[in-house]
């Protein structure tokens, strides 16, 4: 039952991100609260290419998208460049 689950909030997970305009906020579920990524901001920062978190520089899928790419990738992030939430209740909210 809980690989189940575990796909479901995956591909839930996933397809937040494919559907998702370029200027609109992405809605990650997650167990512990959902994440709200506002992609817009995100791309407008000009330390940032499009393949620090997407495999082309047009976007689309992220390969190892999950909790582990995304605690590494956004969390190493933020605390590497100083700005940006870091702590659990700032991403994830219930």
Known sequence: ??????????????????????????????????VTFP???????????????????KGGKIADLGKDWAHKTCKGCHTDKGKGPTKCTECHKK
Do not use: W, Y
């Open 1 to 34: 039952m809980k690989r189940i689950l575990a796909a479901v909030v995956l591909s839930l997970f996933c397809a937040g991100f494919a559907a998702a305009s370029d200027d609109a906020d992405v809605v990650l579920p997650a167990k512990n609260g959902n």
């Open 39 to 57: 992609h817009k901001k995100h791309q407008d920062m000009k330390e940032l290419k499009c393949t620090d978190c997407h495999e082309t520089d």
